[in-house]
């Protein structure tokens, strides 16, 4: 097994959300996979197209993440919580 590396326990979950860019021209579904205090993983189709830095909007009453990704796999974008 690999050493844990993260500074916040996930929490599993699968959680409709909306990635959305900084200047809102794209938005696209996604599924909140897991998620900590400090970041997330998420499932979407063509992870390519999602931009480095963006705004994960986890409920459409506003509540939302600034989100740096970390990392891309075939489906999946892991994202570290930013403060802006």
Known sequence: MGIERRKAKRQ???YSAL???TDGKL????V???ISATGA???IERPVDVPEEFVLFLSERGSKRFCRV????EGQ???TFRTM
């Open 32 to 34: 909140i996979e897991d």
């Open 70 to 73: 970390t990392w891309r796999t």
């Open 77 to 79: 974008v892991g994202v």
């Open 27 to 30: 938005k696209r579904e996604c």
């Open 19 to 21: 990635v959305v860019t």
């Open 12 to 14: 599993t979950i699968h």
């Open 41 to 43: 993983k998420i499932s």
